[in-house]
């Protein structure tokens, strides 16, 4: 039975993973790099609160007992004691095996190590822990924005024992979630779909076919997405959805190839939403 669960990462992911985590009754502790980090993913996560009450998603008090249940630490050793730990940091190999090495000292040996990655193999990512913790490795990728979206791919390793798959998939369910037990491939299943969905996307666009805006209507009103493929390009960050489609053009070539458009803007900067300018531009809010 998982019942206490830390998250590794406070950025959009990790604190929202948090939110749901606590909102299905477990205890949190949410960890990153520095306290000011933490404190603006506290204040994030009630700002989703305040937008889920209002969507009736669930009560005032139900949101405010969750917001309870998350403590935050800048120090990893406040995980030793938990049952599960997911990590949820930036998509990068290097930075995600410093955390599953100071995991591998600090966790229980009985305690379930879960990575976020949306494109890294399990495989690889188990390889950062001693052999022994190895079974109770996974993957637990969640999709943005985790307070809304209900698909969690579970990505056994090579080593991952099938009680784990069990257990983490009871898990997601107990949380409020949809799992679905997919193999250790890079970009595992949603990924690969839709990066090769946003390449062509913007090949449209580099054609002069359509602009993005004229595609993002044509993708909501045609295909009954919920968001084009510009406006979640920028939700997400350009240079996240770069980096994405780079892992796979190494692991799977030419057709994951990025476009020249999209390395152009990210060098430019124009990154999305946070940037104020990307496939669209965004004006600041007053007193910015």
């Not at 022994?132 to 024992?161: C, K, Q």
């Amino acid at each position: 039975m998982i019942d206490k669960v830390g998250v590794i990462g406070a950025g959009l992911m990790g604190s929202e993973i948090a939110l749901v985590c606590a909102l299905g009754g477990k205890d949190v502790i949410l960890s990153d790099t520095t306290q000011e980090a933490l404190d603006r993913a506290v204040a994030n996560l009630a700002k989703v609160v305040e937008k889920g009450v209002r969507r009736s998603f669930y009560t005032e008090a139900q949101g405010s007992e969750a917001l309870a249940r998350i403590r935050t630490s800048v120090d990893l050793a406040a995980h030793a004691d938990c049952d599960l730990v997911t990590e949820a940091v930036f998509e990068n190999e290097e930075v995600k095996a410093n955390v599953f090495r100071q995991l591998d000292a600090i966790c229980r040996p009985d305690a379930f190590i879960a990575s976020n990655t949306s494109t890294i193999s399990i495989t690889t990512l188990a390889s950062y822990v001693s052999p022994a913790r190895r079974a109770r490795f996974i993957g637990t990728h969640y999709f943005s924005p985790v307070s809304r979206m209900r698909l969690v791919e579970v990505i056994p390793g090579l080593d991952t024992g099938d009680g784990t798959v069990g257990v983490v998939m009871d898990f997601c369910r107990d949380i409020g979630k949809a799992p679905i037990r997919v193999k250790d491939v890079v970009g595992f299943v949603v990924n690969r779909m839709l990066h090769v969905f946003m390449i062509e996307a913007i090949r449209l666009v580099e054609e002069g076919v359509c602009t993005p805006e004229e595609i993002d209507v044509a993708c909501k009103l045609g295909l009954g997405h919920p968001v084009g493929p510009f406006e979640l390009n920028d939700a997400v960050s350009n240079s996240l959805s770069l980096q994405a489609q780079e892992i796979l053009f190494d692991a799977y070539g030419e057709r994951f190839r990025p476009r020249p458009l999209l390395k152009q803007m990210v060098k430019a900067g124009y990154n999305g939403k946070k940037a104020g300018r990307g496939w669209y531009r965004y004006d600041p809010k007053p007193g910015q």
